[in-house]
């Protein structure tokens, strides 16, 4: 069992700075990345869903058949405020 032992606030010997573990340092930032930068390819099959975040087709924002803004009439004024938001 690991047994640990606060430090004392004014005790000298526990305020002295310590360097750093490069190699320590390293492994915490790798293990906080996000998957694809960490690795080639999905490690599961739920990462394969939304892996490549690349667009398959350029999206034309002039084209109504697959692009569809929202747009703000009235009514949608009104009950967004009705909301609260």
Not at 14 to 19: G, H, L, M
Not at 24 to 47: D, R, V
């Amino acid at each position: 069992p690991v047994h640990v032992i606060t430090k004392k606030p004014m005790s000298w010997h526990d305020n002295i700075e310590e360097p750093a573990d490069a190699k320590f340092l390293n492994l915490i930032h790798h293990a906080a990345l996000e998957p694809t930068k960490k690795y080639s390819e999905p490690q599961t099959e739920s990462q394969e869903i939304g892996w490549n975040t690349t667009p398959l087709i350029q999206v034309d924002r002039t084209d109504c058949r697959l692009y569809f803004p929202r747009r703000r009439t009235d009514i949608t004024k009104c009950c967004h405020g009705a909301r609260g938001g």
